[in-house]
């Protein structure tokens, strides 16, 4: 299997300005694989978020081509979005809650979007909510949930459909360790159904949890590739998994 | 292969039918807050369908009013015997009755009978005019008041048909004096038409009035949930399905407002209606809404809600259009 063939995300010299400013991300070159475990780790305003959003289309690069799924997502028509964006799960920083609907709807959310019917969401919903300890806040609003309950609630949205790939922003940011570890796990077995996870975290103890893991680490907007694995990464063992 | 591991919430190890059905009723629902009544947007089509109606019964009515008039007097011509001396006009009056009866196309000929003018002189005369003209028997005294011939053509009264009635009775009654009928009404049909044209350039006004009050609403309500939209577009929602949910709360707003418009519409429609139809004129009572034109009313709300939902749905389009 060659790079191109199986590769789920790729970029190439992309860059990314906001405006007229500087480029807040420059010449980043690499190649995700299904099934692989990343953590993209930097010190803050080194470009992280930026990268998220390009990886699940919030934004489009000034420069450089990015493939996904093995289709240019520069060039994506706009009716193909939605479709693309149904093969993510997010976790956003800032969980990005829908402040007006339950906790219940707000992991239906996804469901929903992508058409499953009313009744087949009930259960799958529960036991996610169960899973992440929040069975009991199923009728809650996110605005009377702590940091940590709407992290996981935003967890729970983010994985519930399955996604092949998950972008995580800062997942266990705002978790006790003990859920930070449940979480990781819950990434873990994820990426072990074949889910790529890409997770952005300040938390170095976090990436020794995860052996088999890929590093990617922003400075100032650059990717640092030291040995070249991210741009010409070896066979890709984890793909096989 | 795929395989469910221990400490998988089981929702991850089962996976989740998916459809690409569109979203039902309830997930709709969910997706976005769903105010109802709560802005101004019901009450402004309220207001709009109300006057629509009004316009849109004033509008048929003016029309009925013309057709039935048209339709009464297209073929009809009126016949004065224009001669002071009442023996003269009673012997001209009768040879053009007979020589009008004799005219190819005339359907009917009838004398206008004496009591019959008196009404229709009464407004002018009065009571003293009216019997003064009606005294026959002091020639002096007595207004001399035309005799007249109401006829009916099978067709409408055409200009050389006229030439034909005029030269045939002018042998046989040199006083006489031909008109059609429709003549006579044409400015008054000018001005019902000029209403008709009044009447839909205020439909169409107030279409675009409604049409620019459900662009606002939906304009607002696009700004007011922008986080929420940008979230279901990041989460794989269409364009279609937000775009679906405003219009649908807008449909709601309009429904609800056009229904509470049509009601005040009808209900002025229906006062109106009684007090023309208490002035008992001819030409009022011919422009009595029929029930095609009532079912015509009914419809006014839901091209109202109908009208209001395609705006919103493109107007919100066009501005998720712009995200990406």
């Known amino acids: 299997m060659t ?4 590769e789920i995300v790729q970029f190439d010299n992309v860059g990314l300005r906001y405006g007229t400013d500087r480029e807040v991300l420059s010449d980043l070159s690499f190649t995700l694989f299904p099934g692989s475990f990343y953590f993209l780790t930097g010190a803050s305003g080194a470009g992280k978020t930026s990268l998220l959003k390009l990886l699940y289309l919030a934004q489009r690069p000034s420069r450089g081509m990015i493939r996904m799924f093995g289709t240019d997502a520069i060039t994506l028509r706009r009716e193909r979005l939605p479709g693309f964006r149904r093969r993510f799960g997010v976790v956003f920083q800032d969980f990005r809650l829908v402040p007006h609907l339950s906790v219940f709807d707000n992991v239906a959310l996804p469901l929903r979007v992508a058409g499953v019917a009313e009744r087949e969401l009930e259960r799958p919903v529960a036991d996610m909510l169960d899973w992440v300890g929040l069975a009991d806040r199923l009728q809650s609003r996110p605005a009377t949930l702590s ?6 609630v935003a967890i729970a949205r983010a994985v ?6 998950l972008v995580a922003d800062e997942p266990t940011g705002n978790v006790d360790p003990e859920m930070a570890l449940k979480l990781l796990r819950l990434f873990e077995a994820l990426n072990r159904l074949g889910t790529t996870v890409v997770v952005a975290t300040h938390d170095v103890h976090l990436l020794r949890k ?6 990617m680490r922003l400075d100032k907007g650059r990717l640092s590739d030291p040995t070249g694995a991210l741009r010409y990464p070896p066979r890709p063992q984890v793909a096989a998994r | 292969m795929r395989r469910k591991r221990p400490g998988l919430p089981p929702v991850l190890g089962r996976g989740v039918a998916r459809g690409w059905r569109k979203l039902s009723g309830g997930g709709e629902k969910a997706l976005m807050p769903q105010p109802r009544f709560a802005g101004p947007m019901p ?3 309220a207001i709009m369908v109300a006057l629509t109606v009004i ?6 009515a003016l029309r009925n009013t013309a057709r039935a008039a048209a339709a009464e007097l297209s073929g009809g011509v009126t016949v004065q015997i224009v001669e002071a001396n009442p023996d003269e006009r009673s012997r001209q009056t009768n040879l053009a ?21 008196d009404r229709l002189i009464a407004p002018w005369l009065g009571a003293e005019g009216e019997q003064a003209a009606a005294d026959a028997n002091d020639p002096a005294a007595a207004i001399p008041v035309p005799a007249l011939i109401d006829a009916r053509l099978t067709g409408p009264a055409t200009a050389p048909r006229l030439a034909t009635v005029r030269a045939t009775l002018h042998r046989v009654a040199p006083s006489a004096r031909i008109d059609a009928q429709a003549s006579w009404l044409r400015p008054v049909f000018g001005a019902i038409a000029s209403l008709q044209w009044f009447a839909l350039t205020l439909i169409v006004l107030l279409a675009g009035a409604l049409a620019a009050a459900a662009l606002l609403a939906a304009r607002t309500a696009l700004g007011n949930n922008r986080d929420t939209i940008e979230i279901v577009h990041l989460l794989g929602g269409t364009d279609a399905q937000i775009a679906r949910i405003f219009q649908r709360s807008i449909g709601f707003d309009a429904a609800g407002g056009g229904a509470l418009g049509l009601a005040a519409g009808l209900a002025a ?5 009684r007090r023309f139809a208490g002035l008992e004129a001819g030409l009022v009572g011919a422009g009595a809404l029929g029930w095609s034109d009532w079912l015509v009313l009914a419809l006014v709300p839901l091209a109202g809600v109908g009208l209001a939902m395609l705006t919103a749905r493109l107007s919100v389009l066009r501005a998720l259009r712009k995200m990406l």
């Open chain 1, 160 to 165: 519930i459909g399955r996604p092949e790939m």
């Open chain 2, 97 to 117: 009755l007979a020589a009008l009866a004799a005219v190819p196309g005339v359907s009917s000929v009838r004398e206008v009978p004496q009591d019959e003018l």
């Open chain 1, 210 to 215: 995860v052996p088999d893991c890929l590093i």
């Open chain 1, 147 to 152: 940091g940590g309950e709407q992290q996981r």
């Open chain 2, 43 to 45: 009450w402004v089509i």
């Open chain 2, 55 to 60: 316009a849109a019964a004033a509008g048929l």
């Open chain 1, 3 to 6: 790079a191109a063939e199986g």
């Open chain 2, 269 to 273: 429609v229906l006062i109106l209606g």
